[in-house]
């Protein structure tokens, strides 16, 4: 129960990555906005955009499961290897770890984004 509220978890955070930091930038500057929730809707379509394409030019090549991150070069390689219970319990936040790169890159260029979608939609 407690893998399935942590996969949970790391995929909320994977999929609203774009929505939380438009929640950021949107509470810091909601009194200035002149339309805030248009700022909102627009802010959320470019952003998941800007995600896509980081993903598509940034993610790693590999399988990517809740249990196991294997490239896929790698994997006959890897299948004749024993996994050891300490192994296969030591497994926090894969899908995070595996595409931290581009998310990170795009909280990078997701900054100035918002910050010109904040100067565009001010009063």
Excluded at 59 to 64: E, Y
Excluded at 65 to 74: F, H, Q, T, Y
Excluded at 86 to 112: D, G, H, I, T
């Amino acid at each position: 129960m407690f893998k399935l509220l942590l996969g949970l978890l790391e995929f909320g955070i994977f999929l609203g990555m774009p929505v939380l930091s438009i929640g950021i930038a949107g509470s810091l500057a909601w009194s200035q906005l002149a339309r805030p929730w248009l700022f909102v809707v627009i802010c959320a379509l470019v952003l998941y955009v800007l995600y896509l394409v980081m993903f598509y030019f940034f993610a790693p090549v590999s399988v990517v499961s809740m249990d196991l991150i294997v490239p896929a070069n790698d994997l006959q390689a890897r299948a004749d290897i024993p996994v050891t219970t300490a192994q296969e319990n030591n497994v926090w936040f894969p899908l995070l770890r595996a595409y931290s790169q581009p998310m990170l890159l795009f909280l990078v260029a997701a900054l100035p984004t918002l910050w010109l979608a904040i100067k565009i939609c001010r009063k």
